[in-house]
């Protein structure tokens, strides 16, 4: 009997002998030590996040938000991060806007909402769309629709112009924008004999002020 006691008391002593020291906490899939240092915790998870891929300092706060990283520890983190520009929103947003404007034709609307759910700052947000010029949009605007015309081509004009439209609406583009892009593209066609010329004339043009549909 006494064994049997002394046996137990041997074991728990045993697993509690320096318990706080080897105690581990789960954080966002990153196993650390129970009693690290906040900042360190929180430098652990931003360089895990920012090897995988660009973030806006928004997105990292909110990363350590939800893994129980204190306020004042992961703002020290951010501040340092930023200070030795681990953490650039300005060269983030630049980047997002050539990528993503020459990568899927995204219109400067559709970019600057993008940023902006990413928690970039306004004036970043305008630098970053002085990149793109109209011109540089109106031709963008144009290889969209040059490359899904041929797709339209058995539909009715009117059909092919809602579809047409709707494509760069998606992507951004202001409703005035497609109508005349589409419809340039389509009076091209036209003047090939492709489409009847008069049939043109029933596209209703959009209201500029209507907002378009999210990319």
Known sequence: MSGGGE???????GTGTGAGDRARSERGGTWVAADADPEAIARQICLRLLSAAPRTQAELAAALRRRGVPDTAAAAVLERF???????????????????????????????????QRG???????????????????????????????????LPPLARMR???????????SPGLAYRVVREALEGESANGSVPSY????????????????A
Do not use: C, M, N
Request: hydrophobic fraction near 35%; avoid cysteine; aromatic fraction near 4%.
């Open 7 to 13: 046996g137990d008391g041997h074991h728990q002593s």
């Open 163 to 173: 579809r047409l439209t709707s494509v760069l609406a998606r992507k951004g583009y």
């Open 199 to 214: 049939e043109l004339e029933v596209f209703p043009e959009p209201y500029e002020e209507e907002e378009p549909a999210e």
């Open 82 to 116: 930023a200070e030795v520009k681990l953490i650039d929103d300005e060269l983030f947003a630049r980047a997002w806007v050539e990528s993503r404007h020459h990568g899927r034709g995204l219109a400067g609307r559709a970019l600057g909402q993008e940023l902006r």
């Open 120 to 154: 970039v700052a306004s004036t970043e947000i305008e630098a970053a769309l002085g990149q793109l010029s109209p011109e540089q949009e109106l031709a963008t605007a144009r290889e969209l629709v040059e490359r899904r015309l041929p797709g339209t081509a058995g």
